[in-house]
């Protein structure tokens, strides 16, 4: 069954400094742990394409070498 | 009757005035920056004048214009740009306080080709900082937020504040700002303008702070169409096979006659129906179009739109915390509210669902295309709502997030938003004009046409 609560403080702590996250300040860490409620419903309510054929959308744009190449 | 002392209302017109010599560059800088000084106060447009700097520039076009050495309409035009565009001379902040003092050493692309045109940059414009936000104002960055010229109560729709607020108000003649999902558009709903994106890749983005890499487009906000295809005539790269097609500007005398025009007005999905001002305003620009011998076909999204903006809710969070994450690392407290937990989120989705929703967004683009494929253009919603209350947080992310344009950046297609009248409070109301790839004459074509027969462009806020 799908977990929907909110992660603890200290759960949402520990995810942030595995990910080098580390100066939230502590009012940043509880809206974070409602975040990620939000986060997760939103990657779940995401429609998904049937087809395994369907690539992504291309980020980078081949036409013009000045996107994405360089960090623009 | 328009106060002598006020810039002329449109580059076309000021540029006519240029040529004939009825003005010069350096009294359209000082009719500007003494617009500036009048007024910004009240809808704080700007985060930097380059006062100096532009006068110089203005007095070089004089000389240049004087000497026979035209560069075309933008010679001698005062213009601004968000400030997430860079320029030599001046500060690039963003709106933020992670970027004060930040001076870059190289015009963004834009800037560099429309002040080789002898546009006179006379600044930098307000933005919600890093040109991002989540539709509320929380008052906690370093510079004040625009103002609506219509109502100072009001909000100018963002990210490009301070575009929006310039152009009616008369502090620029035209604005260049950033689109990701809505940010040249929402505040030319907003404000009365029209704001323009063209097929991404065809307005350079080098020198703009990123925000998304797959959606963010730039685009400019003027008084009219015509004027939004003089300042892409002068930017847009054109490959070497469409040099000889005629200029956009040129396009937008055309007449519309015998095009086949889609009005799409569904499905909104868990959207609301658009404010009734903006609804009836919507028919009686069908009956204009109609009138002007365009025949109209109701076509409907292939999706909901509230489904698309879902899409976008994800690809951009998450892209921007890969572009900010050092930000967000090392200075999480010098953010205000909206970036921060724009970048808070976007660390939080899984790439799995990242790539899930890139895969919706090219299914959603092709069917899209081929809607439009079958038609000139299609007509639709911007913004179901017209400019909120500023600070009003339930209004503010409703007129951000409740509108049609969030497909268009998905799909990747040239958009424009342009003013369709004004609600009984006297705020400006809007629709949505889309074409085919690579087809932004047709945009400004259609968008001309509604202008000449309809009285809109003979209003102006009174500050």
Known sequence: ?72 | MRDPSQPPRSIADASAALMAGRVTSVELVERTLARINAVDDKIRSYIHVAHDRALADARQADEEMAAGASRGPLHGIPFAVKDNYDAVGMPATAGSALRLGHMPVRDADLVAKLRSAGAVLLGKLSTWEYGTGNGGEYFDLPFPPARNPWDITRFTGGSSTGAGAAVPAGTAMFAMGSDTTGSVRLPAAACGLVGIIATPGRLSLKGILPNCYSLDVPGPLTWTAEDAAIVLDATIDRPASRRREISLRRATGLPIRGLRIGVMCEPLGRFPAPDAAIATAFEAGLKVLEAAGASLHDVRLPLPVSDCFDVTRVLGPAESASIHEAELRERPQDMGFALRDKLMAGSLVRAVDYIAAQRQRLVIANAIDALIRDHDAIVTWGSLHVAPRLGVEPEMTAFTVETMLTPFNLSAHPALVQCTGFSPDGLPLNWQIVANRGDEAMVLRMAAAYERDTPWRDHRPVL
Do not use: C, N
Request: aromatic share 4%; charged share 35%.
């Open chain 1, 1 to 72: 069954m799908t977990d929907t609560s909110a992660p603890t403080r200290q759960e949402i702590e520990r995810w942030a400094r595995r990910h080098g996250i580390e100066k939230l300040h502590p009012e940043h860490l509880d809206r974070m742990s409602e975040l990620a409620v939000y986060v997760a419903d939103l990657g779940r309510s995401l429609r998904r394409v049937a087809s395994k054929d369907d690539r992504p959308a291309a980020i980078f744009r081949p036409l013009d070498g000045r996107h994405g190449q360089d960090g623009h």
